[in-house]
């Protein structure tokens, strides 16, 4: 990227081209209906097996736990970086921060 471009994308993100409240309020939500789809499908799975005996539907309820636990240790990450570089620009300094 050449210097004009990254310089320009810093000012815009000083000015407050991106609404950093907005994505957290998003990463928020996202991390609310993650937990709300996974108590959902494995109250499903567990019904499914209570009726049919099948230990298989025990198995896809552990990998859909490990599944859904990585995807919301991904979004609480994406919102830490979001909430540091917010604070970063309304600090002031590069809101990027040598990133």
Same mark, same amino acid.
């Given at each position: 990227? %050449?210097?004009?471009?990254? %310089? ?18 998003? %990463? ?13 499908? %494995? ?31 991904? +979004? ?5 970086? +979001? ?17």
């Amino acid at each position: 990227m %050449s210097r004009i471009r990254l %310089s320009k994308l810093l000012k815009e993100q000083q000015q407050g081209a991106v609404d950093y409240q907005y994505f957290l309020e998003q %990463s928020d939500g996202l991390l609310t209906a993650v937990e709300d789809f996974q108590k959902e499908l %494995s109250t499903a799975l567990e019904a499914a097996e209570e009726q049919t005996g099948n230990p298989g539907y025990k198995q896809m309820q552990n990998q859909v736990a490990r599944y859904l636990n990585g995807a919301h240790k991904q +979004i609480e990450g994406m919102y830490k970086m +979001i909430d540091k570089v917010q604070d970063r620009n309304l600090a002031g300094s590069d809101p990027m921060g040598g990133m």
